[in-house]
């Protein structure tokens, strides 16, 4: 028997079909991690929920003798991002098995002092046939098998946002038993070291981040009042 979880042919991880709407929905969110013993992306599976998290601390700017104003608000630093997860629970697959760890059935990892190693996490919000109609911007072409043949528009593909999760560490785990539930969850807190997307895009001093004089949107009136812009 083997003991790595076979995604592939699990009647566990069949897929449905989902309305198509403007909205996003839950159920064409998905969640690829480096599942042990595979050597490349797998698809979760079984998350009933994966909350991202991240915050950063806003300095106030104020002068002497120019009463209750603030002047300009500075941006510190980012604290790292923390992702939430909560997962079904398998007998060949645990939430430490699909990030990558020996765990469970795969081997003696048993705790998050024996994870000596950092793992990547990447999710797709991926479009709807409708939305795939006209897609704009950074988008990448999701993961989705075409189910024999095209889809109703015609095409063999979606489109995606995609996000790359890097360099993560499980900061937090719990699972409990219970007689009164029948479905073991495991919950985890993921730290994150970066985020980027997945199509090579040049991150730095000169991000191209929006809200610029040379976008539609231009700058903000708290710094065109000074003529900044002219």
């Known amino acids: 028997m083997s ?28 969640i690829y991690s480096p599942i042990v ?12 929920s994966f909350a991202v998290s991240e915050s950063k601390n806003i300095e106030q700017v104020r002068g002497l003798g120019y009463g209750d104003q603030v002047a300009e608000l500075v941006p ?52 709807s046939e409708l939305s795939s109609e006209d897609p704009e911007g950074d988008t990448d072409i999701a993961h989705v098998p075409p189910e024999g043949g095209l889809n109703n528009l015609g095409a063999s593909t979606l489109y995606c946002v995609t996000t790359l999760y890097v360099g993560c560490w499980m900061s937090n785990y719990s699972s409990s038993y219970q007689i009164s539930t029948a479905v073991v969850n495991e919950d985890c807190t993921v730290m994150v070291t970066d985020v980027i997307d997945n199509s090579g895009s040049v991150y730095g001093e000169f991000i191209d981040s929006g809200n610029t004089k040379n976008d539609v949107t231009g700058r903000s009136v708290l710094y065109s009042e000074n003529n900044i812009d002219q």
Not at 37 to 48: D, E, H, I, R
Not at 83 to 109: D, E, F, H, P
Not at 113 to 119: G, N, Q
């Open 76 to 127: 510190g630093v980012t604290e790292p991002m923390s992702l939430t997860i909560t997962r079904t629970c398998l007998y060949l697959s645990n939430i430490m098995q699909m990030m990558g760890y020996k765990a469970g059935a795969s081997g003696l990892v048993r705790s998050l002092k024996h994870h000596k190693w950092p793992f990547d996490i990447r999710t797709e919000i991926v479009f």
């Open 37 to 48: 013993n595979v050597g490349a992306f797998y698809k979760m599976g079984v998350t009933s």
């Open 3 to 30: 003991n790595t979880f076979n995604a592939a042919t699990s009647s566990v991880y069949r897929q449905g079909a989902s309305g198509q709407t403007q909205s996003v929905v839950s159920s064409r969110f998905k």
